[in-house]
Nanobody, 114 residues
């Protein structure tokens, strides 16, 4: 089982990034997919979640209107489009898959700074 993340990096405030998480080793379409993040000194928090059919079921208030989660079941991939990024979005972002078992990706650093 693997969840391979890409798309993190350094971006200026107001900029955009798209994170991708490619899954393998399990039936992706059966899993609810989520993005979490953890900033230094803070607990890991749920950013956004998407159900089996592609409907967004949760979005943290702090990112609503700026972040969008989506999935492509044909590509076993979940995305997080992040727009209007703020310094407080700086964190390690994780991909999560939930069904009968929970899987985690390795995390990718997103830094928002001028």
């Amino acid at each position: 089982v693997q969840l391979v993340l890409s798309g993190g990096g350094l971006v200026q405030p107001g900029g955009s990034l798209r994170l991708s998480c490619v899954a393998s080793g399990f039936t992706f379409s059966r899993y609810v997919m989520s993005w979490y993040r953890q900033a230094p000194g803070k607990e890991r928090e749920l950013v956004a979640q998407i159900d089996l059919g592609g409907g967004m079921t949760y979005g943290a208030d702090s990112v609503k209107g700026r972040f969008t989660i989506s999935r492509d079941n044909a590509k076993n991939t979940v995305y997080l489009q992040m727009n209007s990024l703020k310094p407080e979005d700086t964190a390690v972002y994780y991909c999560n898959a939930q069904f009968l078992i929970t899987y985690w990706g390795q995390g990718t650093q997103v830094t928002v700074s001028s």
